[in-house]
């Protein structure tokens, strides 16, 4: 059995490797120095797996042995995801390590130290080894537990319970299988993955983490927090289970073990559960009807001290359940059948025996019962006398038949002995033929490749073929992955001569490839490549040609942004010598940034220096890689050749690539020139692309950046001509067709850009044509007229809430009001003095109706938030919707006309003095006239006062709701804030106990999900 412990890991992950620590994160490896190679744990590979043990909830456990002192412990490897592993090491990990740290008692398993792997996931912790855990015994016993041990096996369950809680620890995940017995009968707590300190109870804790058999019904119903009463309903089960001999509640879900719970104990009600109806999952489930408690039944055998036992453990109420102190001194743990079990496994005899019992008793009971065995043994004597007589006859057959046998068995062990070695001994010979064979058939492969590798490198030797050396230097490479040939010592020499022949190769195939690519030289060109084929390096290769071409390019790029002088820049171009970039690329410094300016001589310098970088330096690279793929083609590649067919492709990606990010990172002078001149831009591109017939063309999205820009100058341009004038005349027609013909010539380089610019000259003419309708129709003037005849209405409207009278029985039901009055004053007046005198009847009837849905629509919504107000008050607003149609019939003669409208003023008028029974069931037909809304706010208004409007809800005033209804059309958003108001409203209701909710809420609730059940 090997010493160096194996982690057990996805096979997928990587590999460790000995004497390295990996980074999980970056899977990179680090040297581990042999001072360094433990730290302040040990290793893990000071211990010795024996075998796997289980798992827990949060890691693996494993029997192994220590070998420096030669003692089994429990080795658990602490479970760690790679997600987990990137926040740090999980903090289930650390409150086990912290708990077990802190805890020295019998009854809990102890941590003995912290070791660590291979790499930073690589976690342990070594405790004291059990032989077997509690779940596992009662599984595989072939009698159940007799009650005097199951006393004593709940005894030390509740010790280590009473010293966990008086230390302020929950385990929150006790079960059989997390017990652990000792040979000697010693129980222990382990597990501790979920334990938890009880002053983290204010920190949200998951209910389901609990084990689904022995998670109490608190945690069921959804409570938030959780005490030790956890713990001890965990106790009961686990001492049900054992007296039973089997699991007391195994539900197969959170409904059915809530189910088995009411079938053992009765159905919880608020007198023995007070916060029972306050848990957030009650309203959830239907509970049965179970009156009765069925422990007595379940348990027929249990003493009634047992079972008030058992009834404490399982109290409902969490604050009412016994704990683990008041459960010692159970009157049940001290009846008899008393709990001896441990007592007589125990290797030192219990101290309770010698304090309880006095030795004279002790001797005295036992002499009389040496006493009573003797005379039942002489009874059974003399009662059986003649059958023991028959008995003592056969005893000689009896010795003889077993001396046969016995002589038997002794030839049947010969036997099997001689043949043992007839089958031992050629085994041993062929397995030492088979390893010298073994070995033989090693050596014989390694000279065997000693003699390829030498008869190969005569030959790379011997040829001067630059692309047949390569392929000689490729099969060596193969034959020198052999661990065992580079072992060997008379061929060192000829190692090192194949790797200096290799690095000479690709030095000569990369000078020669960019001489050959820029000097146009095919054969050349295809020597090199059929040395990188035969290298097996070709596609590394041609991606290095990639990345520098890019280079080239990008620092083309900038030098063009930067306005740098042509005639320096064609001496570093495309057809330079690659030695010449290169050093040029080296001499390259920071100098002083240019210039932020807009002058001529700037802008006549960058358009020179984009002018050479696209029809000179990107002409000359695309020319030299359709040059270079040329000759990739006309090479047998095999399956590089659809590599080397989109090598032009990927090139081309590359460069727009590049242009777009140069685009968006250019300094803002640069970018400014480029969006004003897009067009010319675009033009080179074209030129570009025109040069290299077609082979490549640039995608719409690589100069969308710039398009932005340009469609927003010619919109300035656009705007400019129609500025400050309110109606254009022919001279500004005339500017306007002038400019639009100017972009458009500009533009008809591309033909997307000439579409974009065409959406933007019809916008501006759209533009136009509604300056020149606004005009004809209805002048400025005469919109800010409108304007303020709408706004004078709403304030009148908004003056209703402050009327006189209207929360009392003194009041007229018939006049109009005082508000009412001012608006048909102010309607009559400003219609006749404002609006009139207008020509265009169309017009003013259009305006007449718009101001007519406006007043009614603002009347209904103020008349349906008003409250207080008494049926008297109702009775004199109901007269004022008859008094409104009269104030509108100066605007509107027929307001039949107005539709919708009207039918909701008529509506309104009926349904206003109505009970709010009677405003529902006149208002639920699907498509009425009234909105739902109206309705809700109108229910309101008979509503007490603590259930408070919606808009007082969010400290809003009436001016400001009418704000808010007028930006919110939609329904869905009023029926929101409706919904909002009567949260609040259950808020208040809860937190001043009022027992009963206001008659008119159930009538809102009811209606409001009828109304949103239709929205749906």
């Known amino acids: 059995m090997t010493s160096d412990y194996a982690d057990y890991r996805d096979p997928s992950r990587p590999v460790q490797r000995k004497g390295m620590l990996m980074n999980f994160r970056t899977k990179e490896y680090t040297e581990i120095r042999p001072q360094d190679a433990y730290g302040k744990c040990r290793y893990v590979s000071s211990f010795q797996k024996c075998n796997r043990v289980g798992e ?57 130290e912290v070791v660590v792997g291979n790499s930073l ?41 009473k010293y966990l809680h008086s230390n302020f620890i929950i385990h929150r995940d006790l079960k059989v299988s997390n017990l652990l017995l000792t040979d000697t009968g010693c129980l222990k707590i382990a597990d501790f993955g979920l334990a938890r300190y009880l002053n983290d109870s204010n920190k949200p804790m998951t209910p389901g983490l609990v084990t689904l058999w022995y998670r109490p019904p608190e945690l069921l119903f959804g409570a938030k927090t959780q005490t030790t009463a956890v713990d001890m309903w965990a106790t009961g089960c686990i001492l049900g289970e054992l007296l039973i001999h089997k699991p007391l509640l195994p539900g197969t879900s959170e409904i059915s073990q809530i189910e088995l719970i009411i079938n053992l104990l009765g159905t919880p009600t608020a007198a023995i559960w007070p916060d029972f109806d306050s848990l957030p999952l009650v309203q959830n489930f239907t509970l049965k009807e179970q009156p009765y408690n069925n422990l007595k039944s379940k348990f027929p055998f249990l003493s009634s001290n047992g079972y008030d036992l058992l009834n404490s453990l399982f109290m409902y109420n969490p604050a009412c359940r016994a704990t683990a102190e008041r459960c010692l001194f159970s009157t049940y743990l001290r009846e008899p059948p008393l709990q001896f079990y441990k007592n007589f496994l125990a290797d030192k005899p219990s101290p309770e025996l010698q304090l309880t019992v006095a030795i004279s008793d002790q001797i005295a009971k036992l002499s009389d019962g040496i006493e009573q065995l003797s005379s039942a043994l002489q009874k059974q004597v003399r009662e059986q006398y003649g059958a023991l007589l028959s008995q003592a006859k056969h005893a000689g057959t009896l010795n003889a038949s077993i001396e046969s046998i016995s002589s038997h068995i002794e030839t049947l062990r010969f036997g099997a002995e001689r043949l043992r070695r007839q089958i031992t001994v050629p085994y041993d010979v062929l397995e030492t033929q088979t390893k010298v064979l073994g070995r033989l058939h090693e050596a014989s492969h390694v000279l065997r490749q000693c003699a390829r590798f030498l008869q190969v490198h005569k030959e790379l030797d011997s040829t001067n073929d630059l692309a047949e050396q390569a392929s000689i230097v490729n099969e060596l490479e193969g034959l020198m992955e052999d661990v065992d040939l580079t072992k060997i010592d008379f061929l060192r020499e000829e190692i090192g001569t194949v790797k200096k022949a290799k690095q000479r190769l690709l030095k000569v195939a990369n000078r020669d490839l960019f001489e050959g690519i820029l000097k146009n030289k095919p054969d050349q060109v295809g020597v090199c490549v059929r040395i990188f084929h035969n290298l097996k390096i070709l596609p590394k290769c041609l991606n290095n040609v990639l990345e520098t071409f890019s280079n080239y390019l990008k620092d083309a790029i900038k030098e063009s942004f930067a306005g740098t002088d042509v005639a320096k820049l064609r001496k570093t171009g495309a057809s330079s010598p690659v030695k010449e970039r290169a050093e040029a690329r080296q001499l390259k410094a920071p100098g002083k940034a240019p210039t932020l300016t807009n002058s001529s001589n700037i802008r006549t310098k960058l358009w020179q220096a984009l002018e050479w970088l696209f029809l000179d330096e990107m002409y000359g690279h695309c020319t030299q890689v359709l040059f270079l793929q040329k000759c990739l083609l006309e090479l047998p590649l095999g399956d590089e050749y659809t590599l080397a067919k989109e090598f032009d492709r990927k090139f081309w990606n590359n460069l727009e690539k590049q242009l777009v990010s140069s685009f968006k990172t250019a300094q803002s002078h640069v970018t400014q020139a480029l969006q004003q001149g897009l067009p010319k831009l675009l033009s080179l591109a074209r030129g570009l692309e025109t040069k290299i017939d077609q082979h490549f063309t640039f995608g719409e999205k690589v100069f969308g950046s710039l398009e932005a820009g340009y469609l927003e100058k010619c919109a300035n341009n656009f705007k400019v001509a129609l500025a400050d004038i309110d109606f254009p005349n022919q001279e500004v027609i005339d500017a306007l067709v002038r400019v639009a013909s100017t972009e458009l010539n500009a533009a008809i380089v591309d033909p997307r850009l000439i579409g974009l610019v065409t959406g933007v000259l019809c916008v501006s003419n759209k533009d136009l044509w509604n300056k020149i309708e ?59 003095t404002h609006i009139l005198p207008f020509n265009d009847r ?31 008050g109702r009775q004199r607003l109901k007269a004022d919707c008859h008094h409104l149609e009269s104030a509108l019939k100066p605007i509107v003669p027929d307001l039949s006309s107005l539709g919708k409208s009207f039918r ?18 006149q208002t639920t037909e699907e498509g009425g006239v009234v909105p739902p809304y109206i309705v809700l706010f109108m229910l309101f208004g008979h509503a007490g006062n603590d259930m408070v409007s919606p808009h007082v809800t969010a400290g809003w005033g009436n001016e400001k709701l009418l704000q808010w209804l007028e930006s919110h059309s939609s329904e869905r958003e009023r029926l929101e804030l409706i919904t909002g108001a009567l949260q609040k409203y259950r808020t208040v209701v809860r937190q001043k106990n009022i027992t009963q909710y206001d008659s008119i809420y159930p009538i809102v609730t009811n209606y409001l999900e009828n109304v949103v059940t239709h929205l749906n």
Request: aromatic share 6%; hydrophobic share 40%; with cysteine.
């Open 774 to 832: 606004r005009n004809v129709k209805l002048g400025s003037e005469t919109q800010q007229v409108l304007a303020s005849i709408h706004s004078a209405v709403n304030v009148i409207l908004l003056s209703m809430h402050r009327e006189p009278g209207l929360n009392s029985n003194n009041i007229s039901t018939t006049g109009p009001s005082l508000y009412m009055k001012e608006l048909q004053d102010f309607i009559v007046r400003s219609w006749s």
């Open 904 to 921: 909701l003023l008529r509506a309104i008028a009926s349904l206003f003095t109505v009970t709010p029974q009677e405003l529902v069931e």
């Open 842 to 872: 169309a017009v003013i009837e259009e305006a007449g109706h718009n101001l007519a849905i406006r007043c009614i629509e603002l009347f209904v919504q103020n008349l349906s938030t008003i409250r207080p107000i008494s049926y008297t």
């Open 121 to 161: 996931e690589s976690i342990f912790l070594v405790m004291e080894f059990c032989e077997q855990d509690l779940a596992s015994l009662l599984d595989n016993m072939e009698t159940p537990f007799s009650e005097s041990q199951v006393k004593c096996i709940i005894i030390q369950l509740l010790k280590g319970l």
């Open 56 to 112: 827990g909830t949060y890691g693996i456990v494993f029997r192994a042995r220590d070998t420096v002192s030669n003692e089994i412990v429990a080795l658990k490897k602490v479970r760690i995801d790679q997600d987990i592993f990137k926040d740090g090491f999980p903090i289930s990990g650390l409150r086990e390590i912290q708990i077990l740290k802190n805890c020295k008692h019998e009854n809990i398993v102890r941590l003995k």
